[in-house]
C-alpha cells in the first residue's frame, strides 16, 4: 500500500530538482558541452562542416609533427575525451574545456580573418565555467527529500 506513496515521494525530489532555474542551466550546458565537443571531434576525420586545417594558425602547424590534417585528427581525439569528461565529471570537464576553449582562442587570433570566430570562442569559453561553476552546485549532491 505505502509503494504508490514512496515512489511519488521518491520522484518529488527529481523534479523540485527539474523546476530549479540553476538546475536547469546546469543541464542545458552540461549537455551542450557534452554533445557539441563530440560532434566537432568526430568531424575532425570527415570535414563536413568546415575543412578544418584552414582553422590551425600556420605557427603550430609548424611546430607539430606531420601535416595540419593530422594535427586535425589529434584535435578531434582530445575533443572527444573533453566531451565525455564533461559528461562522467562536469566539475572538471567544464574546467578542461574552457582551458581547451583558451588554446583555440590564441591559436585564431594569430590567424588574420578569424577574430569573429575567437569572440565566438570567448563566449563558449565563458558557458564552459559557468558550467564547472554551476557543477560545483549541482552535481554529485544528493538534492534534499
Same mark, same amino acid.
Given at each position: ?6 515512489? *511519488?515521494? *521518491? ?7 527539474? !523546476?530549479?532555474p540553476?538546475?536547469?542551466a546546469?543541464?542545458? #550546458?552540461?549537455? &551542450?558541452?557534452? /554533445? @557539441?565537443?563530440i ?6 576525420f570527415?570535414?563536413?562542416? =568546415?575543412?578544418?586545417?584552414l ?7 609548424d ?7 593530422? !594535427?586535425?585528427y !589529434?584535435v578531434?581525439?582530445?575533443?572527444? /575525451?573533453a566531451?565525455?569528461? =564533461?559528461?562522467? @565529471?562536469?566539475?572538471?570537464? +567544464?574546467?578542461? /574545456?574552457?582551458?581547451?576553449?583558451a588554446?583555440i582562442?590564441?591559436n #585564431?587570433?594569430?590567424i588574420p +580573418? %578569424? ?11 565563458? &558557458? !564552459?565555467?559557468a558550467l @564547472?561553476?554551476?557543477?560545483?552546485r549541482? %552535481?554529485?549532491?544528493?538534492q534534499?527529500r
Open positions: 500500500m505505502s509503494s504508490p506513496s514512496t515512489t *511519488s515521494t *521518491s520522484a518529488a525530489p527529481g523534479r523540485a530538482a527539474l !523546476a530549479d540553476g538546475y536547469q546546469f543541464a542545458i #550546458l552540461r549537455t &551542450g558541452f557534452t /554533445v @557539441a565537443p560532434l566537432f571531434g568526430l568531424d575532425k570527415m570535414n563536413l562542416l =568546415v575543412d578544418w586545417p582553422y590551425l594558425a600556420p605557427w603550430i602547424d611546430i607539430v609533427p606531420g601535416s595540419a590534417q593530422a !594535427a586535425m !589529434a578531434g581525439v582530445i575533443e572527444i /575525451v566531451g565525455l569528461v =564533461v559528461a562522467l @565529471a562536469p566539475r572538471f570537464g +567544464g574546467w578542461l /574545456v574552457a582551458g581547451w576553449l588554446g582562442i590564441v #585564431l587570433l594569430t +580573418g %578569424h577574430y569573429d570566430i575567437a569572440l565566438r570562442d570567448f563566449g563558449l569559453l565563458l &558557458g !564552459a565555467v @564547472a561553476r554551476l557543477a560545483q549541482y %552535481h554529485g549532491k544528493r534534499p
